[in-house]
């Protein structure tokens, strides 16, 4: 390359890599420089330099491991529950039944909807009292199941996650859509003559062609679920007695009510390193082959 290539070339890179470093780099250095600070986060109040204390508090911390636990629920149910359902209707949508278009804006319909408005319909549907959920379970003599299920530690989570499964599965459904329809249509015809199976389709050609989209919503599964703030803020508010707490809620606490801002810094960048770690170990063991 020339010399006036290399200098339009950088002229080019320059605004991405402006806002790179400003909106990112920057933020990522000055919070890791914060979690080595003790400070209230008030302007012009000093900073005291505490080294791996805040680190140390917050490993100590009995909340901490139980919002990790929770995040992990999160997780559980992401791959085992919304997996198969996400990547099932994208089978669906995508064959060559009647009406596909139909099922494809129905199931979509949820993530339509705000995080919060989906927070509250459920939470009023579950309401012990009165939620229209409590109620059919009443009607059809299932009273001993009929309690306030947000309100009960060990089910609030589980519950709160199966109602993000429903809220998301259709917008995972689409990254599944997108691999499908890349799959060569010649491969189905072929296995089709050759006496496959729908079932054997799905497993020897489908699925294993479709490992670059499972990539993809295993990355987007661990770093949702260990930044899941909304939806159970919303729902349960951590509580009760932090039992529903995940680590962004621990990491909102310890900033804007207990004014620990070196802590929730140091909480961000241990969720910051987690989160690296797991997508990069995602991204290699499911790494597609080049043929």
Same mark, same amino acid.
């Given at each position: 390359?020339? +010399?006036?290539?290399?200098?339009? &070339?950088?002229?080019?890179?320059?605004?991405? #890599?402006?806002?790179?470093?400003?909106?990112?780099?920057?933020?990522?250095?000055?919070?890791?420089?914060?979690? %080595?600070?003790?400070?209230?986060?008030?302007?012009?109040?000093?900073? =005291?330099?505490?080294?791996?204390?805040?680190?140390?508090?917050?490993?100590?911390?009995? $909340?901490?491991?139980?919002?990790? @636990?929770?995040?992990?629920?999160?997780?559980?149910?992401?791959?085992?529950?919304?997996?198969?359902?996400?990547?099932?209707?994208?089978? !669906?949508? =995508?064959?060559?039944?009647?009406?596909?278009?139909?099922?494809? /804006?129905?199931?979509? #319909?949820?993530?339509? !909807?705000? =995080?919060?408005?989906?927070?509250?319909?459920?939470?009023?549907? #579950?309401?012990?009292?009165?939620?229209?959920?409590? @109620?059919?379970?009443?009607?059809?003599?299932?009273?001993?199941?009929?309690?306030?299920?947000?309100?009960?530690?060990?089910?609030? @989570?589980?519950?709160?996650?199966?109602?993000?499964?429903?809220?998301?599965?259709?917008?995972?459904?689409?990254?599944?859509?997108?691999? !499908?329809?890349?799959?060569?249509?010649? %491969?189905?015809?072929?296995?089709?003559?050759?006496?496959?199976? =729908?079932?054997?389709?799905?497993?020897?050609? &489908?699925?294993?062609?479709?490992?670059? $989209?499972?990539?993809?919503?295993?990355? !987007?599964?661990? /770093?949702?679920?260990?930044?899941?703030?909304?939806?159970?803020?919303?729902?349960?508010?951590?509580?009760?007695?932090?039992? $529903?707490?995940?680590?962004?809620? %621990?990491?909102?606490?310890?900033?804007?009510?207990? +004014? #620990?801002?070196?802590?929730?810094?140091?909480?961000?960048?241990?969720? %910051?390193?987690?989160?690296? @770690?797991? $997508?990069?170990?995602?991204?290699?063991?499911? +790494?597609?082959?080049?043929?």
């Amino acid at each position: 390359m020339k +010399k006036k290539d290399y200098v339009i &070339t950088v002229l080019f890179l320059f605004p991405a #890599l402006f806002l790179l470093a400003v909106f990112v780099i920057y933020p990522i250095i000055s919070n890791v420089i914060l979690s %080595l600070q003790e400070w209230n986060g008030i302007f012009g109040a000093p900073k =005291t330099f505490v080294g791996l204390d805040n680190y140390k508090a917050v490993f100590s911390n009995e $909340s901490f491991w139980t919002s990790m @636990v929770n995040a992990g629920i999160f997780l559980v149910v992401g791959f085992l529950i919304q997996m198969p359902i996400a990547y099932g209707l994208a089978l !669906l949508v =995508t064959s060559r039944i009647k009406g596909k278009n139909f099922f494809r /804006t129905v199931y979509y #319909l949820p993530v339509i !909807l705000g =995080t919060t408005i989906v927070a509250i319909m459920w939470k009023n549907l #579950l309401n012990p009292n009165y939620g229209a959920v409590m @109620v059919l379970l009443r009607a059809i003599g299932l009273e001993d199941i009929a309690f306030d299920w947000l309100n009960t530690p060990g089910l609030n @989570v589980w519950v709160v996650a199966l109602v993000n499964c429903w809220k998301s599965a259709a917008y995972n459904m689409l990254i599944f859509c997108a691999g !499908l329809v890349t799959i060569p249509e010649d %491969l189905n015809e072929a296995a089709l003559i050759d006496g496959c199976t =729908t079932w054997q389709r799905i497993r020897y050609i &489908t699925i294993p062609l479709s490992k670059n $989209s499972f990539k993809v919503y295993s990355i !987007l599964c661990i /770093t949702g679920c260990i930044k899941t703030f909304d939806i159970i803020w919303a729902m349960t508010g951590g509580g009760p007695n932090a039992s $529903s707490s995940t680590p962004a809620i %621990l990491l909102y606490l310890n900033a804007y009510s207990f +004014k #620990l801002m070196g802590r929730s810094a140091a909480i961000a960048i241990i969720l %910051l390193i987690l989160g690296v @770690v797991l $997508s990069v170990g995602c991204n290699k063991l499911l +790494k597609q082959e080049e043929y």
